[in-house]
Structures are given as C-alpha cells and as structure tokens.
C-alpha cells in the first residue's frame, strides 16, 4: 500500500511539474515573442496545445530568438520527457512483477 503511495505521488508531482512548465513556456511566448503569438492565430484555452505541436506552428516556434523562450522550451521538453519515462518504468515494473507473480 505504501508504494502505490509513494508511486501516485511521484507520478503527481512530476504531472505537475509538466503542466507548470508547459504553462511557462506558453506564457513565455505569448508574452515575449508577441509577433510569433500573433503568427500562431493567438490562440485560447485549449486550442493553445494543438497550435503548438502542428507543423505550421512548430516551424514558426523554431525561429524564436528569445533565450528565455528558448530555455522554457527546453524545460518543457525536458519535464514532459521525464513523466513519460517515469509512466513507461512504472508500466514496464508492474508489467514484469504480474508475469512473475
């Protein structure tokens, strides 16, 4: 019982870290790369993702100069490869401990 715990609240922790950093990068760009916001269609609520990943809006996000925009995207990158990681561990374990049990 205690490792499902401790397990729900790392795999907490790190989801939120995602969110907070995914949040910072966009909030990032709107602010300091305003004509790159513009560009994108200044999208709102929950269309903000989709713009972000398309092709047209990753070409026009890989021209961005700003090093604080630069630095929160590479914190993005990084968080939301570290949850999926953890989430592919985890399911790896539990997949390895149900065949042998």
Same mark, same amino acid.
């Given at each position: 019982m205690m490792l499902? &715990? &401790?397990?729900l609240l790392i795999w907490l922790a790190l989801g939120l870290r995602s969110g907070?950093?995914?949040y910072r990068y966009y909030q990032s760009v709107r602010t300091l790369e305003p004509q790159i916001w513009e560009k994108l269609g200044s999208p709102k609520y929950l269309k903000i993702p989709m713009v972000f990943v398309s092709p047209k809006g990753a070409k026009l996000l890989q021209t961005i100069s700003n090093e604080t925009v630069r630095r929160h995207a590479l914190q993005h990158r990084q968080a939301g490869a570290q949850f999926l990681a953890y989430v592919v561990v985890v399911l790896l374990l539990a997949i390895a401990y149900f065949k042998t049990a």
């Open positions: 499902t &715990i &401790i397990l907070l950093a995914e």
